[in-house]
């Protein structure tokens, strides 16, 4: 069935399946930037088409595009974020072997700001299509305090954090403090970028390696 055939014939949700709703609609947006990729060039017209509901339906769920967009990227976001905090997790229950309990305990900060850093690269690399949908959405110029709501927030704040512990436990972050976190994301989206596009053999161990050589410039005991 063509996509402006759905709006006319889809059945309306039962009551209270908002939820269901908004799910379709940001599948809805998430396919159609894959296509267009901007947030400029997306129309709430195509998004309704698309999932099959009136236009006016967006509204009950997002004030505006933008909203729209966000939401969509967000359920990304935050996804990468959990494959984060899970490696974090599992670097909790895997310390270093045969070490003194305060060398672990000096250790354990890195080893999971570690496995964070490696876990984006793992999911980069699992996940391009995603992946490039974070990065190469063209999005529309908002406000800084609209911008600070911005859902890729979720991955500033988790090294923030991530090296705030490693301060608690005795290392020195070199450089602006709160420049740190931005430091790691740009370098490692940087150095996945180049992984992907260059046309050697995709061997994971180089990502791996240029994280441990992040952080060792980064961090200083």
Not at 128 to 143: F, H, K, S
Not at 179 to 191: F, K
Request: charged residues 25%.
């Amino acid at each position: 069935m063509a996509v402006t055939e759905r709006a006319a014939v889809r059945a309306r949700n039962p009551r209270g399946q908002g939820d269901r709703l908004r799910g379709e609609l940001l599948r809805a947006t998430e396919r159609l930037l894959e296509q267009v990729g901007s947030e400029d060039a997306l129309s709430l017209r195509a998004v309704a088409r698309e999932a099959g509901v009136a236009a006016p339906s967006i509204y009950r769920h997002f004030s505006d595009k933008t909203e729209l967009v966000w939401a969509t990227l967000e359920v990304n976001y935050e996804r990468l974020a959990h494959a984060m905090t899970e490696a974090a997790a599992q670097a909790d229950r895997t310390p270093p072997p045969s070490a003194p309990r305060e060398a672990a305990d000096h250790e354990l900060p890195v080893a999971r700001l570690r496995a964070q850093l490696r876990a984006y690269c793992r999911y980069a690399v699992e996940h391009p299509a995603t992946y490039r949908l974070l990065y190469e959405t063209r999005q529309t110029p908002v406000g800084p305090e609209r911008l600070a709501g911005h859902p890729a927030g979720v991955l500033v704040r988790s090294w923030h954090d991530a090296l705030t512990a490693c301060e608690e436990a005795g290392w020195r972050v070199r450089g602006e403090r709160a420049q740190a976190p931005y430091v790691l994301w740009s370098a490692i989206h940087g150095r996945v970028m180049i992984w992907q596009v260059m046309p050697s053999q995709k061997d994971t161990s180089r990502l791996d390696r240029f994280v441990d050589e992040i952080l060792h410039l980064l961090l200083e005991r």
